[in-house]
């Protein structure tokens, strides 16, 4: 079985590999690009770990055939801060203690900048039920909705 | 502030300079960039992927193994069965590191004449890729006679039940048994005389209880990579809750020395007490070694929900006998919990939890261990205590609704302080039991008023809390910064309480500490991170390594200085000579930069086993509403409150007491195990065993009561544990106090509660 | 005297169902050595499987710890965590 030659842009730069039709995103990011930052938490959609952007679309890694990227323009957690620049969510996540173990969190990340690029200014509501398909079995959700509420208001601002 | 509120203050927080403020964690930057590395995140060069063969009964004898198709599969590496590790014996326990059984871990991690669950790991398979590991174990044929399974607690008990283990006779019961059973072990705790206190009681109330298996639900699965050399030696890289426990586990399942097997631990993606305990490491090490290859083995979350971690469900049957002032006179409790394949449910604390927030005279409680054809279980955050809490704490709202008593006051009635007798046994030292019921009273949760199909209800919880065996160095560097090394992976923002600690004692700013979770030979022995033990026995290492760092200092200012030691004083960071000015205070920095010209390197270190841990008591008020037409409950306000001893970092003192809530809401509503007429796992993946998602759960309000711990240099109380332990009865009060139902079974699932409702009609 | 407290599982299997005893020991090894003197098997047992709470205060691994003259022993099960 041969391998597909495929190209894309991931975080800006554009990026070729060579994948199996079997392997998804997520294993393309991770045991090809060396981009470790997705996680795979289930496999199968259900924890968000992996949750990444193509073309501005908020997908999980693990439910995206790594040959589907062709063309697309990818955006990971390794790409959220800009150089030395921490995002406004991940300095929010920092000051106010919304991770304990961490493994969520670049999956939350990505995911709640997606939804202030969309909604700068969420209700609370509309935080959880944006961030619903980001599991997070440490921290009860409550810092975490904090940080995004907190980030989109310094976001708002700046 | 009203005088009560004033003792909750009992914590001069002037005293402090670094503890109980709230810093960026130290490893907090990588984790959220992405660049912290988890199990499954490591790779080396020339590195090859490992998978499992599990059984797809629940209980089956293996006839044969054939792995000549796997093996003459191209690319495959190497495969291991049973048959390559040694057998040890029944009696094979290591002590010091745990009361395990590591003839039942043994068995736990590759199966040898018996599967005993669906998901038993049976055989090993390593290949060049991951696709061609998994096509290698598919081809491994196994051939099993059915025997037949037993999935319940209550069942398992019968006399005619399925046996899983011919060798187990009920340890604890007089006479000695004669004939096998699946009950492991009976445990008593009694005090005074329950008989003579339920004949004095004006109310008797008793309920029983059901609750099924349900897992921690980290969100990393268990993720591993190993290498071993042609001689012998052995490294591993993984994600776990102890890397001396990893260590010490596979050395003994490998039959290796310990000093053999090097364990660098990764970041760990949560435990809750479901990393306390090792499924791959020994079969990656054993496939290594025949590969001569590192072998990687990722667990995909199927094979987590049907072989790791699950903790017990089982049955309960509480009765509590009170006075019409709501005195409790007499109060029983059995329980009978299962262990999953092999013994070693945590019936026992159950027993010891359930009651120990009262101060009780006559208590009688009764614990059953008992083997099923369910994985085996783990440890799950205040392993055993929420279900026995889910009895106790329900029954008691049943006994302050028939004495029209309000539920917090029936609690403050009989509440356990100092000097009160635990019903397991010893008397308790300074608790602040009563101090989270006075909170909870004043709260403004407490009396906000309620809409229709709304409940409110209350409940608390105990949990022990452990010290244990731990180790720190206290690194003084050439420039006044500082390294803390100590054996205990950060599971929850430990990195940040150890750096703090050391800074308190040091005088030095936090931003100059860098704490180090050390690999198994970089620092001494330490117990794994468990039992609310890290930031109360780890911390209390690093205290003492950091006294130790600041003793060598003075030491080297007074030589500095050509003054006698005990003219050398730590302030505020400086060595400062006393009863004289003729010398400079000296930092940190002025100190290490003559380190060479005084003696050599600066460090502290310090190895304890740490007694005097304090334990914590929490109580919850919970709010639901209720959807008749669906059964669905929702939380809509909830409020935990902790006595935590000295919050060393406020915030993740909170979210451990938030995670936890949630946990056990999910505990309350969501979470079981399904399992088919077969005995076989029907909800193996996150969909189906559904966690709480962020919209499922409302802020979770804390309140930190700080009592501090006589046994600690700073009155820290382990805080991890409690927080899982009321939620399960205050859910179930709450649905209580707006449907009128009392729910005994868990979860408290949409149709369950609907079937409840119709039947009420 | 020390008052030792045992477990009604361990009292079944030594002593008759007896949970209070009074032990005369300066420390831990000590007491468990005099029980095993009193109930043959007993101190395997106390040694390897159980945890004991002195004066309220609980050891996981006790051994040397001092026993007062008129402390209170109780022989528990080690407690593990998550």
Redesign the interface.
Known sequence: MGKHHVSATVNGDPVEFLCETRQTLLDVLRDELNLTGSKEGCGSGDCGACSVMVDNRLVCACLVLGVEAEGRNIETIEGVAQGEKLHPLQKTFLEDAALQCGVCTPGVIVAAKALLERNPDPTETEARYWLAGNLCRCTGYDKIIKAVMNAAEEMRGA | MGKEEQQLKALDKGKYRYIGTRPVRPDGVDKVTGRANFGADLKLADMIHGSVVRSPHAHARIKSINVDKATALPGVKAVVTGADFPMLSPSDRIPGVAPLSFYDLSRNVIARDKVLYDGHAVAAVAATTVAIAAQAAELIEVDYELLPHVMKALDAMKPDAPLLHEDMFTAGVEPKPTTPSNVSKRVAFTLGDVDTGFAAADVVVEHEFNTETVHQGYIEPHACVATITEDGMASIWCSSQGQFMVRAYTARVCGMEVAKIKVVPSEIGGGFGGKTTIYLEPLAVELARRAGRPVKMVMTRDEVFRATGPTSGGHAHCKIGAKKDGTITAASLQLEYEAGAFDGSPVALGCMTGFAPYDLENVSIVGYDVVVNRPKSAAYRAPGAPVAAFAVESTLDVLARKLGMDPIALRENNAAKEGTQAAYGPKFKRIGFEETLTAAKNHPHWSAPLGPDQGRGIASGFWFNIGGNSSASVMINEDGTVIVATGNPDIGGSRASMALMAAEVLGVDIAKIKPQVADTESVPYSDLTGGSRVTFATGKAVIEAAQDAVRDMKERAAKIWEVDVDQVEWRDGKAVAIETDKHQPLSVADIAGMAGKTGGPISGKANINASGAGPGFGTHICDVEVDKETGRVTVIRYTAIQDVGTAIHPSYVEGQLQGGAVQGIGWAINEEYIYDADGRLENSGFLDYRVPVASDVPMIDTVLVEVPNPGHPYGVRGVGEVPIIPPLAAVANAIADATGLRMTDLPISPPRLLAAIDAAK | MAKV?L???LA??FTDGV?QLEVEADNVRQLIAALDRQYPGMGERL???TAV?I???????PYL?AIEANS?V?F???????
């Open positions: 407290v477990q009604t599982e079944n299997s949970t040694r390897t499987r709470a004066d309220g205060e609980i050891f996981q691994e710890e209170e109780y528990l099960p080690k407690i593990e965590g998550g």
